[in-house]
């Protein structure tokens, strides 16, 4: 497609359950980044990719949040062990490198319950 | 680090009234400037930007902002809004150094339009 792509749209999990969260960035986009929106925070930074180099994980809040980019196209969030407080909207962005205008993805909205 | 401040959470206006979204960021380095808007039940969108240049932008649909280093502010404008407008906007403010283009973003505005 011509945007970026997440999946699920939504995902209801139980407190203790590992999630996985998927995005596919705009064909050709080396960096990609990931955000999530929630009531108590906004929107905050989590980590980003940009081609081969070490991402930058200084927003994900615990060890609990992991993130891999296959082949420099899709890249997968992963929860483990969630909490409630996880449950937010993740967004994932993608730009044709780290000084290029971002364009966002519609977001996975996860609900632990 | 960087950090923005939207100083009103929500702004009711009346159609075809003038609208100004405010805000305000913090950084120790020269930044970038962005607002992005967020239709209901829609992603994010880029709205407006500010990298180098002419302190005024504009976007497509008649909003603009204006970079003023000085008072560390952004402020959204437009003359005249529509019902369409409705929206929540987001300002976001990314470090200029080389290799750094994580957005920092702010609380959120959401912008209601009353007929």
């Known amino acids: 497609g011509a945007g970026v792509s997440q999946s699920p749209s939504n995902k209801v999990t139980e407190k203790g359950k590992d999630v996985e969260l998927r995005c596919d960035p705009i064909s050709g986009h080396t960096a990609l980044y990931w955000y999530r929106q929630s009531l108590g925070q906004g929107l905050e930074f989590l980590i980003y990719f940009q081609g081969n180099s070490a991402p930058d994980k200084s927003g994900l809040p615990s060890d609990r949040f992991s993130a891999e980019r296959t082949g420099g196209s899709v890249s997968t969030l992963t929860i483990q062990r969630t909490q409630q407080e996880d449950s937010a909207v993740y967004l994932c962005?993608?730009?044709?490198?780290?000084?290029?205008?971002?364009?966002f993805g519609p977001g996975t909205r996860l609900t632990v319950l | 680090a960087q950090s923005v401040t939207q100083l009103d959470s929500q702004v009711p206006v009346f159609e075809e009234a003038p609208v100004e979204l405010r805000c305000n960021y913090s950084s120790s380095v020269s930044v970038y400037l962005f607002w992005y808007v967020q239709y209901p039940n829609q992603g994010l969108q880029l709205l407006l930007k500010?990298?180098?240049?002419?302190?005024l932008v504009e976007s497509i649909n008649g909003f603009e902002a204006e970079f003023n280093k000085s008072q560390t502010s952004f402020h959204l404008r437009k003359p005249s809004v529509h019902i369409s407008d409705t929206a929540e906007y987001f300002c976001a403010v990314s470090s200029a150094i080389q290799g750094a283009q994580k957005l920092v973003f702010g609380q959120g505005t959401r912008l209601t339009i009353n007929p």
């Open positions: 500010y990298l180098s240049g002419s302190t």
């Open positions: 962005a993608s730009s044709l490198d780290l000084r290029g205008m971002q364009f």
